[in-house]
């Protein structure tokens, strides 16, 4: 199995563990002389197989995450990296938006002028250039996890 497929049946477990989750909810009362309409104990033994499974699966995407070198670092200091990337750019973007939005025309000389305190067109002249590095980033990680057999 490649890494990119365990990729995603590690996204079809989390999905049904969830599924899982709220059905056990909605059959956790009944009214007295009722049936649930599933048992709770074949639904707690299903939870409990599909997390094992994605326990599992997760030590084996990981292992396989470390051993994996692509451009000199490992798959786990590439997804460190995207994850960095992608929240600095957020942050940034956050920043971007609010000092744009700040700055207003006043319709008389009497009102409070807001200014931005950064300069926007540099702003965004990074997160530019932040957001093609994360492009280039994740092609990478792709690539690799559909070249790449799980351990």
Known sequence: ????????????????????????????????????????KELLEELDRDIAALEELMARINRTNCATLAGGKSLTEHIARRDCLTLRIQAYRDLSD???????????????????????????TQIDGLSKELRLLDNLIQQTNWNTELM
């Not at 700040?102 to 702003?123: D, F, G, P, W």
């Open 98 to 124: 609010t000092a744009s939005s700040q700055v207003s025309r006043r319709a008389m000389r009497s009102e409070i002028k807001i200014l931005s305190t950064v300069n926007v067109k540099e702003l965004q």
């Open 1 to 40: 199995m490649k890494l990119a497929e365990a990729l995603q049946e590690r996204a079809d477990l989390n999905r049904r563990i969830q599924q899982l989750r709220g059905r056990l909810m909605n059959n956790a009362v009944a009214q007295e002389g009722e049936a649930p309409s599933e048992d709770p």
